[in-house]
């Protein structure tokens, strides 16, 4: 099959065949996704230069100890999908790695277990998006993050990253997804963060951030995911802040919301994290401006009496609710719901 272009299989396990390599006018390998196939090396794969799209996900790697210096002398590789391939290692050592052409790299689910290396510099240049996810990543962000001029999408989350984070990000002026969940993350929020105007999603969620929110993030006005609690900020969010926020449906915060009683958001939520919140003693009036919404999470928010009138026929169309560890009182035997998760287990 000389002139095969694209080639996808599934529903394989075993050894992956060197034979492939002979498929030299590939542009689109997808092996991904299948159960129990491994290779032994991927020196097969060294006459694929017309390799475009390569995905791998799930294919046990770990005996191709040269996978970083093959896969990059591809050159046209501009796709690269190495996700859950058992990975340890990202070759920091390397001082240079050829990636000429790539665009995406997904190599998230893995084991490096070590610093990001400095050789990520090299690919700066082209790459729109990079997934590292969960890899126990150790160290901080490296400072020529700013040379990645045409990043959109960046996924460090769920490693064991350390430090502040650079106000060099604020530079990435293409970046739609800022995603740094789970790490150990401290200091302030960059303000210069605010200067991304493309940005949909803000997932800065379970670090040590502390400070006071920046105001500059209030020009976000494409903001669709802002999830920022279990942190350490201080402070408050007002309605001003908010004003430019029309396109959020996803918000987890622990800050105060410092708003009136009448007061009209500019979104249709559909998740609503506000546990750990000061939001006390009363329920949130605005809340029954929300006709979307999906998820409500307000557990430990200091909500004390009982439940105004409206809240439990407008909690009705809402799948998941957690009210739990507040004081709230009243009789619940006649409301009737169609949550999929209650929970009302008391504060101790």
């Known amino acids: 099959m000389a002139g095969l ?15 492939l390599g002979n498929l030299s ?3 689109y390998l997808d092996v991904g996704s299948n159960s129990g ?23 046990n790697l770990s005996s191709a ?16 999908h190495l996700k859950y391939c ?10 240079f790695v050829n990636f000429t052409s790539l665009l995406v790299l997904d190599l998230s689910y893995n084991l490096f277990n070590h610093e990001i290396p400095n050789w990520f510099s090299n690919i700066s240049a082209t790459l729109l998006e990079l997934d590292l996810t969960s890899n126990s990543l150790k160290g901080e962000i490296p ?75 209030a020009l976000l006005s494409n903001l669709n995911f802002l999830a920022i609690g279990d942190n350490f900020l201080t402070g408050s969010l007002d309605e001003v802040f908010f004003t430019k926020f029309s396109k959020l449906k996803v ?25 750990f919140c000061k939001i006390g003693p009363n329920f949130p009036e605005w809340l029954k401006t929300q006709r979307s919404l999906e998820g409500l999470l307000m557990s430990m928010s200091g909500i004390l009496g009982k439940a105004p009138g409206w809240f439990w026929n407008w909690t009705s ?32």
């Not at 080639?7 to 992956?16: E, M, P, Q, R, T």
């Not at 093959?70 to 590789?77: A, G, Q, T, Y």
């Not at 058992?86 to 001082?95: I, R, T, V």
Request: overall charge negative; some cysteine; aromatic content about 8%.
């Open 5 to 19: 272009r694209h080639l996808a299989l599934s529903g394989f396990c075993g050894l992956i065949p060197h034979q």
């Open 25 to 27: 006018g590939l542009h």
């Open 37 to 59: 196939l491994y290779v032994d090396s991927l020196h097969w794969m060294s006459s694929l230069s017309s390799m475009k799209c390569l995905d791998m996900s799930s294919v």
């Open 65 to 80: 100890l040269d996978w970083l210096q093959i896969l990059s002398r591809l050159p046209s590789l501009s796709e690269l």
């Open 86 to 95: 058992y990975l340890d290692s990202l070759n920091p050592s390397l001082g």
């Open 143 to 217: 400072h020529g993050i700013s040379n990645f001029q045409k990043l959109e999408l960046l996924v460090l989350g769920e490693n064991h990253l350390t430090g502040n984070i650079p106000e060099s990000i604020g530079q990435l002026k293409h970046l739609t997804v800022l995603d740094l969940q789970m790490n150990s993350f401290s200091g302030p929020i960059p303000s210069s963060l605010g200067n991304l105007s493309f940005m949909g999603g803000l997932i800065l969620y379970d670090n040590q951030l502390n400070g006071t929110f920046p105001k500059s993030l």
């Open 251 to 275: 918000l987890s915060t622990s800050l105060f919301f410092n708003v009136n009683s009448n007061w009209v958001p500019p979104f249709q939520l559909e998740i609503a994290d506000m546990s």
């Open 317 to 348: 169309n809402v799948d998941s609710i957690d009210l739990s560890s507040n004081r709230i009182e009243g009789d619940v035997s006649d409301i009737l719901l169609n949550s999929r998760i209650l929970n009302l287990k008391s504060k101790i």
